[in-house]
């Protein structure tokens, strides 16, 4: 009996009908297989799990997967038809760029469910952000695209020296050409990922430029100031400069400081209150932090006092300062505490003698 169904195979691989009757028998029962076993399993595995981002991506992968069952089983029965080598050759290179194809759509679509999973995410993922996802995608499209065309190309037989060289010329041309958009493009890819500041927070850019961040480009960054002025500064400049963030500590909280100075002989402690009662008074402030006021000075002309309160936001800090100021000055106003000003005086030694008659 051994025997029999060893001639019988013998047979069949011999056979270029059976050989094809195998092969897709063969291809019939692996996708069977994956749809009744392997992928109900899995299936069942990842709808235990608290994400459905594993979900998303099996219901890809299905398929993906029956594709590439066909597209072997195809493969290996033209090839099984085929005896002209040129043809063999043909076929093959055919074979890997539909595979190429493929695998490339199943990576794509994968990436695309994962970027947008992490970009959700933001509290538990800072480099990646819903502005910042365009970036990755993009990124990971280029990439996939040169390793993807080098496959191809390479199952053809084209020779890439030439291509590669004339990519790199060309590539030192726009550079050249394009070498301050380029800077503000790489400026703004490190923005993106290092986050120093984000949309809706109050940043300083050298001390000079201050507002709320409306928009990230690849390009630029926008702030929108008090004075309701867009301000569109390019991210190669922001780069090479100091970025100082209101909002991006713990909370949207910021102190405020505000200094003054008194006349020598005032009474300190008297100062120390009036300025402390001062802060009882003003809104917008934090009433879970505690204000404070430090004799920090003994000044050229004046007893510098400095007193610091905490805004619920960035936004209230032009308000609280001048709200300060005006509670200050009529409170010291009131209790004839003196603030000193500036002032020269002139001594003059003597007059000169007026001129004699004759002169």
């Not at 092969?23 to 994400?51: C, H």
């Not at 400069?241 to 005032?266: C, F, H, L, Q």
């Not at 936004?315 to 505490?337: P, S």
Request: proline share 4%; glycine share 6%.
């Amino acid at each position: 009996m051994f025997e029999h169904y060893q001639s019988l195979f013998q047979e069949a691989v011999v056979n270029p009908w059976w050989r094809a009757g195998l092969i897709t028998g063969g291809a019939v029962l692996i996708g069977f297989a994956l749809r009744l076993i392997l992928l109900p399993v899995l299936n069942r595995m990842v709808s235990r799990t608290a994400s459905k981002i594993d979900d998303k991506i099996l219901s890809r992968l299905n398929i993906t997967l029956i594709r590439l069952v066909i597209l072997l089983a195809a493969h290996l029965l033209v090839r099984d038809w085929v005896s002209d080598p040129a043809v063999v050759g043909l076929v093959d290179s055919l074979y890997i760029t539909l595979l190429v194809l493929f695998v490339g759509k199943a990576l794509l679509d994968i990436s695309n469910i994962v970027f947008l999973h992490l970009s959700q995410a933001a509290d538990n993922y800072s480099w990646i952000q819903t502005s910042t996802l365009p970036l990755f995608k993009f990124t990971f499209k280029v990439g996939l695209f040169a390793v993807q065309t080098y496959i191809i190309m390479s199952a053809w037989n084209i020779n890439l020296t030439s291509w590669l060289a004339s990519a790199g010329v060309l590539g030192i041309a726009i550079g050249f050409a394009a070498k301050d958009t380029l800077a503000n493009f790489i400026s703004g890819i490190f923005i993106l990922v290092d986050a120093p500041y984000k949309v809706g927070q109050y940043i300083y850019i050298d001390g000079q430029t201050r507002g709320v961040v409306t928009d990230i480009g690849m390009r630029s960054t926008r702030l929108l100031t008090n004075d309701n002025v867009e301000v569109t500064v390019p991210n190669g400049v922001i780069g090479n400069s100091m970025v100082v963030n209101e909002s991006s500590g713990p909370s949207t909280k910021m102190r405020v400081r505000v200094n003054v100075g008194v006349a020598y002989g005032s009474d300190v402690d008297q100062v120390r209150d009036i300025l402390m009662k001062c802060t009882e008074e003003i809104q917008y402030l934090e009433p879970k932090q505690v204000s404070t006021v430090r004799f920090m000075l003994m000044g050229e002309s004046s007893l510098d006092f400095q007193v610091m309160v905490w805004a619920r936001h960035p936004a209230f800090r032009g308000k609280v300062i001048d709200a300060l100021n005006t509670h200050i000055y009529k409170e010291l106003g009131k209790a004839g505490v003196e603030i000193p000003f500036p002032q020269r005086d002139i001594t003059i030694k003597a007059w000169p003698s007026p001129p004699s008659a004759g002169q």
